[in-house]
């Protein structure tokens, strides 16, 4: 149900309005609109003196995500409540005396786990290196590049050598070997000022030097090597001391630093809400949408905190302006998970429809007939209350699991109307019969399609006349002469089907044809100019939506069949347990996919049949100021 | 030799309108797959445009099932 919407206009002194701004965020109740939309002739508030305070707000904002970023989590974090009163000042002389130790600590520890990721493949570049080193001595002028190549570059070697010779002169040397037996490791030596014209050479040859990192570029490999080890022994000890200081630093000021960002992301809240105000020269006007039923207790709420100070008054919306009004919705525990699968499209504008309990009706329903199986149903409904009570309140994933669980029941229900347990194990275990009929059966093919297709003729004719309604209420005069034109000439099809199938006196006749011209005559009038070349297609199309709900049979029948040649293949082989094994291979793959198939059938029956008979889409959510909090524990 | 007859196109009805189906779901689920990478909240409409041409299966399955019922020795 969508919560019947209305505006209100809060005028008051410009001295109150931080006050104003203050109890409307607390009460997180109204949406602000943009006052000079609604009285044109008015000035917008000018953001000006809060410019400064604003910058140094997100400035603030900024600062504390970085340091929150770099301390750990703790498993209860309550945010500390901060005095708005110097706040500003409060926060940044506690940032700028924690921030240089903290920011410190994690550069370090980043370092060190670079340091731990890139190390060791310094210290095996090297060690396959040592045995090259010995031609090395310690020359000042001299510059020394090492390198590590795949065996097929042993060619380049030549190449190197002598280019290296042309560039550097005879006082340059090249010494490589076969390190492993993947690689060639090579050593380059030759005067400093030959660098630039090696290091291009090098870049050509597509050759890349081994670069150790800063602290290492100036010491033998030799040094380097025994440093590496040294460093690495070192580092997980270094790093958990730091864990434990951050740690330590995180219990003190997480949820002090939570609290701090809450107050300032508040306060910025109040700051750009402003923009939204119209002013004169001592007054401001507020404006914005808010449900009907919390009018009375905001204006209560408002005179006891600021007696005398302010007008609050009902500013009544025009149909046109209810248009465009935000949505809630809202419903009871049962239907508010189905919102999920509204939102997945869009929400209805306010003053459509609100199809959700529509939905928590069929979408479980066409979930049950399609996969119809005790056995399956009792499987389902376990998995399905095991991991929904793991799952967050207000989850997409618990949502989608409230479905499953009502699924889950239908599921049960059409297990016993098609007599199915693990498909023919009940039958042929336990004696299991159906209710109406078993599936498998090539006699039930006939009813099982009449029986979805009349479903889907009932879901659609739903559909149809609420769209009527809605079209009526909304005074759309087009769309009611539309849906009206299809509903009719539905009911005149299925009558002539009547007839033709003989179930119909063919008396009907001449009315059935009658009533299918009069819709199709209502339907070329609601279609405007081109109406009369689009009704038929229209109509089809209508009937196709309707042959669309065979799939509640086919999907049925190819879960059935799997479900069959499960039993059938266990049955077949000797070895008791290799039999158990496999139905219960067949059973769990019938089960993933008939728990995800037939959602997403069911979903689509709704988004494309049902909703494109009635549904109104395109409202925009309602986002109360001050709500909600984002650094709620 | 009627009855074989029958069941080959009842296959075909299905298998060609499952061929179609496929492809066409194919080409939207890949558009549909960045669309969502790039916007969340299309998820729900791309799910309806990846679902449209399965009508055409379920077309086919209906006139395979009309052949095999309706048909003299089907």
Redesign the interface.
Known sequence: MIIPMTRVQIVGHKQDMDATLRELQRLACVQLLDATQVHPGMHGYALAAEQKEIETLNYLLARLHALLALLPPLPDETPEPWDQKGLIESIQAELDAQAGELEALAQERQQLLNDAEVLPSYADTLSKLMPLTPVLTQLRDYETVAVLLNNPAAGLMDTLAAEMQEIAGPLSELVWDQVDPDHIGALLIFPREAAPKMNTLLGRLQVNPIALPESLRNVSFQDALVHIYQRLEEIPRRLKAIDVQLQESARTYRARWLGAARALNRRLEQLRARKHLAETQHTFVLVGWLPRDQLEPLRQTLEARLPQALVVDELLPTPEEAWDAPVLLTGNRFTRSFHF?I????IPRYGALDPTALMALFMPLFFGLMLGDIGYGLTLLIIVLWARRRMAPGSGMRDLMTFLLFGSLWTIFFGFVFGEFFGNLGHLMLGLHPLWMERSDPDA??PL?LFTIALGGMHIMLGLALGIWQAWHLHQRHELWERAGKLVGLIGLFLLAGVVARQLPRGWMTPAAATVIVGLAMLIHGLGSVGALLAPVELLGVL?NI??Y??LA?IGLASVYLALVGNLMAGKIGVIWIGILIAVLFHTLNLAMGAFSPS??A??LH??EFFTKFYEEGGQPFHPFGGPDPFAS | MELGLIAIGAGLAVGFTAFGTGYAQSRIGAAGAGAIAEKPEV???I??LV??P??MV??G??VA?MI??LLPGG
Do not use: N, P, Q
Request: proline share 0%.
């Open positions: 699968f939102r997945l499209l869009s093919l006939a399609l196709g042959l669309s065979l799939r086919a997403i059938h979903l689509r988004y494309v | 998820t729900g409409r799910i309806l679902a449209i399965e009508t379920i077309l399955f209906a099932a095999m019922l």
